[in-house]
């Protein structure tokens, strides 16, 4: 069972413009959303989350927007620079559950100059 | 301070063998988590490990897999009988016990078995 989708599987963009990735998720018990940022090599880290009781949330060049209804979540990386070029994965979870995270599929991304 | 460690960071080993994967946490970090990343299923969820508390086991794939959690700090996760498919990144991530802490990764171990 695919619980997290995303999309697209891969991106590219020019520096300065604007990177979206969308996630999808099935189970209605998630209640928090984060987005993780991993470089080869590397393990991945928390860049952003938000959750479900707020529809947006900022943090520098980094947006998420969340429609809890459509069962989405996105990530916006404004001003997109060479250095974000790595592989975005959304994790939503479930509270008091262990705090276990269940990956999306992930999302290369390559910022080009 | 001191991320988490893995090691070793690479490991080949023989089909058959049995491999052993060591994860240190953060220090103060109560909660430990084991992950798996291979090409074809993405970023699995192993195994969880919260203080004293019975481990939770529900992402391991198959009884070829076990961990322990010594004194609440260090952790193994142990491989018996290697296959290739278990050539994947075995991640170990720790967090501070509380609402919405991030996990902190390491590096991983990259497992090839031939």
């Known amino acids: 069972q695919q619980q997290v989708k995303q999309s697209p599987q891969s991106l590219i963009v020019q520096k300065g413009g604007i990177s979206i990735i969308n996630c999808a998720y099935e189970?209605?018990?998630?209640?928090?959303f984060p987005w993780y940022q991993q470089f080869p090599g590397k393990g991945p880290a928390l860049l952003i989350a938000i959750r479900p009781d707020v529809s947006e949330k900022k943090e520098g060049r980094f947006t998420i927007s969340f429609n809890k209804s459509a069962k989405q979540f996105s990530l916006h990386i404004m001003d997109s620079q060479p250095g974000d070029s790595a592989t975005y994965f959304c994790a939503p979870y479930i509270t008091g559950g262990g705090n276990k995270l269940t990956f999306g599929t992930g999302t290369q991304l390559k910022v080009e100059l | 301070g001191a991320g988490v460690s893995q090691s070793p960071s690479n490991k080949v080993t023989e089909k058959g063998k049995d491999v052993e994967l060591r994860c240190d946490p953060i220090?103060?970090?109560?909660?430990l988590y084991w992950y798996r990343q291979s090409l074809g299923q993405g970023l699995e969820f192993l195994i969880y490990?919260?203080?004293?508390?019975?481990?939770?086991k529900s992402g391991l794939p198959s009884d070829r897999f076990s961990a322990e959690r010594t004194g609440g700090s260090v952790s193994t996760l142990t491989i018996q009988r290697t296959q290739q498919e278990d050539s994947a990144v075995y991640l170990c991530a720790s967090s501070a016990y509380r609402a919405n802490s991030p996990l902190h990764f390491g590096n991983g171990t990259r497992l090839t078995v031939t």
């Open positions: 490990f919260q203080g004293n508390s019975a481990p939770d």
């Open positions: 220090s103060g970090h109560t909660a």
């Open positions: 189970n209605t018990a998630f209640d928090y």
